[in-house]
Nanobody
Framework: QVQLVESGGGSVQAGNSLRLSCTAS??????????MAWFRRAPGREREFVAG????????DYADFVKGRFTISRDNARNTVYLQMNSLEVEDTAVYYC????????????????WGQGTQVTVSS
């Protein structure tokens, strides 16, 4: 059984930074063989794609609203994916989720097989 555990959320003021981590565990599960992504759900909104990272170096995708501010990366040796979030805005307030799938990065959350429980990020003005 795959387990994805997010950490690193918190409350910060606008303009500051946070780094989220997602550590994967489970028999035979390694992020090396999976596409990993971050989604978020803000109050009253649908879950939306934030960033994704594929198998190959440099294979990343970002939602337009985070380009230039957020960076996704992976450490296969630690089975961990990171989301570095800089220049945070009030609109970034949401629960952030880590997700995994076997194929390429896609924006549809319904196509991801495994999910973490989420970590809350709150940005105040």
């Amino acid at each position: 059984q795959v387990q994805l555990v997010e950490s690193g959320g918190g409350s910060v003021q606008a303009g500051n930074s946070l780094r989220l981590s997602c550590t994967a565990s489970g028999f035979y599960f390694t992020i090396r063989n999976h596409v990993m992504a971050w989604f978020r759900r803000a109050p009253g909104r649908e879950r939306e794609f934030v960033a994704g990272i594929g198998w190959t170096v440099g294979s990343t995708d970002y939602a337009d609203f985070v380009k230039g501010r957020f960076t996704i990366s992976r450490d296969n040796a630690r089975n961990t994916v990171y989301l570095q979030m800089n220049s945070l805005e009030v609109e970034d307030t949401a629960v952030y989720y880590c997700a995994a799938r076997a194929q390429k990065v896609v924006f549809n959350p319904g196509l991801y097989d495994d999910w973490g429980q989420g970590t809350q990020v709150t940005v105040s003005s």
